[in-house]
């Protein structure tokens, strides 16, 4: 496979080069880690978030077919009052 071919020559590339670049690689391979975490819990966040909107707004929906219901019945009784 592809990261077969991959991983030995990474690792080749690693013992070439210095301990000063190493450790700055070291530093970014440690902040992608970081940001890769960060992304995921925004992920989760974003999915909840979705999610209780969801509920939120099926809620509402209802309500608003309740007032609406309680509207055409005001309307039908005021209708017979003015009659």
């Known amino acids: ?3 077969e071919e991959i991983l030995p020559n990474v690792s ?3 013992s070439v080069l210095p301990p000063s670049v190493f450790n700055r690689v070291e ?3 440690v902040l992608f880690k970081a940001v890769g975490v960060a992304f995921i819990v925004y992920v989760i966040y974003l999915l909840v978030s979705g999610i209780f909107s969801f509920r939120k ?3 509402i929906g ?3 077919k309740k007032v609406n219901s309680i509207d055409r019945k005001l309307n039908k009784l005021i209708k ?4």
């Open 1 to 3: 496979m592809v990261v």
């Open 12 to 14: 080749d590339l690693v």
């Open 27 to 29: 530093g970014l391979v």
């Open 57 to 59: 707004m099926r809620k």
């Open 62 to 64: 209802r309500i608003e």
């Open 80 to 83: 017979k009052k003015n009659k």
